[in-house]
């Protein structure tokens, strides 16, 4: 079945510092998502991404889509305390018709110290 | 704002015991999810309705995990006869479907399980 990887599975930066997260699938996904969880909190939809090379941004959150769509960055500019949370990229499983579900990754906790 | 309820929050049970879960959508989503999310993990998908319809279950979910959603509103995750590997946090999500090309998920606070 599909699997969505995501690396690294930890980062720890200094505040004002920029951090990446990459997302893999092992295949070609129609869309991707990405949600963030705060600590002791639930995941939070962030955006979806829908084209091959589609760039997203969010303030200082930069969003990608690969172009052969199997591959996702997030990327996020000079980190603040804010930014400390896992984010998790998705991608939909298809099972047949409409049905599908949304496949997680494991996740990226960022840690930011101030 | 999510407005996804989950209730309780936090249950501790002991092995071998049944548990019950609730979860009440946003009121217009006509999907509603359950995920299971342990430490260090993102949510593993659990099962998924469409209305009252249950239309996929897990294939790696134990007999012992049933969910309904009678009335295509609220739903309720049972699992039977706890084991202590069960311990993690229950998430229910919905979402309007259909939206675009796949819909956005809201999330619950969860409902933490402790197995003891």
């Known amino acids: 079945g599909q699997q969505v990887m995501q690396i690294p599975q930890y980062q720890h930066v200094q505040e004002g510092e920029d951090f990446t997260t990459y997302c893999n699938s092992s295949t070609t996904l129609s869309n991707i998502q990405w949600y963030k969880q705060r600590p002791g909190g639930h995941p939070v939809f962030l955006i979806q991404l829908v084209k091959s090379g589609e760039v997203k941004k969010q303030k200082r959150l930069t969003f990608q889509f690969g172009e052969a769509k199997k591959n996702s960055s997030l990327h996020i500019t000079a980190t603040q305390t804010t930014d400390v949370g896992t984010y998790f990229c998705a991608g939909p499983t298809w099972s047949g018709g409409s049905n599908y579900k949304l496949t997680f990754g494991k996740g990226t906790l960022l840690t930011v110290n101030p | 704002d999510t407005g996804v309820s989950q209730d309780p929050r936090h249950k501790i049970t002991k092995r071998g015991q049944n548990v019950t879960f609730r979860c009440d959508p946003i009121?217009?989503?006509?999907?509603l999810y359950w995920y299971r999310q342990t430490l260090g993990q993102g949510p593993e998908f659990l099962t998924y309705?469409?209305?009252?319809?249950?239309?996929?279950k897990s294939r790696l979910l134990s007999d012992r995990f049933s969910a309904e959603r009678p009335k295509g509103s609220f739903s309720t995750l049972e699992i039977q006869r706890t084991e202590q590997g069960d311990s993690a946090m229950y998430l229910c999500?919905?979402?309007?479907?259909?939206?675009?090309?796949?819909?956005?998920?809201?999330f619950g606070s969860g409902t933490q399980l402790s197995v003891l």
């Open positions: 009121s217009e989503h006509n999907r």
């Open positions: 999500a919905s979402s309007r479907y259909p939206s675009g090309v796949s819909e956005k998920l809201f």
């Open positions: 309705f469409q209305n009252e319809a249950q239309l996929e």
